[in-house]
């Protein structure tokens, strides 16, 4: 199913992530469509186990194997 939605066509991907409260956005034209279509579909990656987002890098640091990349950014600082 997908639903268009005027106006919204050059809204930020990484805003609309975090406003859908989703793991993976794509945007692209839709031909002769004007605004935003969305299309639901499962996410790329693996699941975060502290945010559980579906991200692409998670995994890509040794000392954290189940976070992503954004995850271990946040922690590093904390981790005793």
């Known amino acids: 199913m997908v639903k268009t939605f005027p106006?919204?066509?050059?809204i930020d991907k990484?805003?609309?992530?975090?406003?859908?409260?989703?793991s993976q956005v794509i945007a692209s034209q839709?031909?002769?469509r004007e605004g935003l279509s969305i299309q639901v579909a499962k996410a790329d990656g693996?699941?975060?186990e502290r945010?559980?987002?579906w991200e692409e890098d998670v995994g890509v640091n040794g000392a954290?194997?189940?976070?992503c990349?954004?995850?271990v950014l946040a922690i590093r600082d904390i981790v005793i």
């Open 7 to 10: 106006g919204w066509a050059d």
């Open 30 to 32: 839709q031909g002769d």
């Open 69 to 71: 990349g954004r995850c």
């Open 14 to 22: 990484d805003v609309l992530r975090e406003l859908l409260n989703v």
């Open 64 to 67: 954290h194997p189940t976070l």
């Open 46 to 48: 693996r699941k975060c």
């Open 51 to 53: 945010c559980w987002h």
